[in-house]
């Protein structure tokens, strides 16, 4: 999924940036519909779906409630800065931007985030390395 949306994002980064207009129209449907189906099956849910399967039971309720309004805020964030951004660096520029974004989001996902399929959900928190806390 982390990788459709890639390759999405860089259809698009390289259809704007080759051609600002409709010449490589195809190049950008191609490109929302790859991100817009990536981001349906995999990141979209899956996010709800993880958050909740990796935190304990006793911050399970805060943890994903923190997520929540990080996703809101930064959704924000990008929603009401993009008119501005694609005014200096281009629709191209941003979508660039995003596009390595989600590489460094695919970097991250592979090296921290535990596999959690078939776990059972009180041992998927073994999974994660530990933080002691000293008082």
């Known amino acids: 999924s982390l990788f459709g ?5 860089s259809a698009l980064a390289v259809s ?13 449907l191609a490109g929302y519909l790859i991100f817009l189906m990536s981001f349906s099956i995999g990141l979209g849910p899956v ?3 993880y958050v909740s399967e990796a935190l304990e039971t006793r911050v399970r309720g805060r943890g994903v409630s923190a997520a929540l309004a990080f996703s ?7 929603v009401t800065s993009f008119p501005s951004a694609s005014n200096s660096i281009g629709v191209g520029g ?6 390595i974004v989600n590489v460094i989001a695919l970097g991250f996902v592979y ?4 596999e959690t399929k078939g ?9 994660f390395p530990t933080v002691s806390q000293t008082a």
């Open 16 to 28: 704007y940036l080759v051609e600002p207009e409709n010449a490589l129209l195809a190049w950008k």
């Open 119 to 127: 776990a059972a959900l009180e041992s998927v928190k073994d999974r």
């Open 111 to 114: 090296a921290f985030a535990a």
């Open 5 to 9: 949306t890639t390759v999405g994002t």
């Open 94 to 99: 941003c979508y660039l931007c995003l596009a």
């Open 72 to 78: 809101r805020i930064f959704s924000w964030g990008l």
């Open 47 to 49: 996010a709800w779906a």
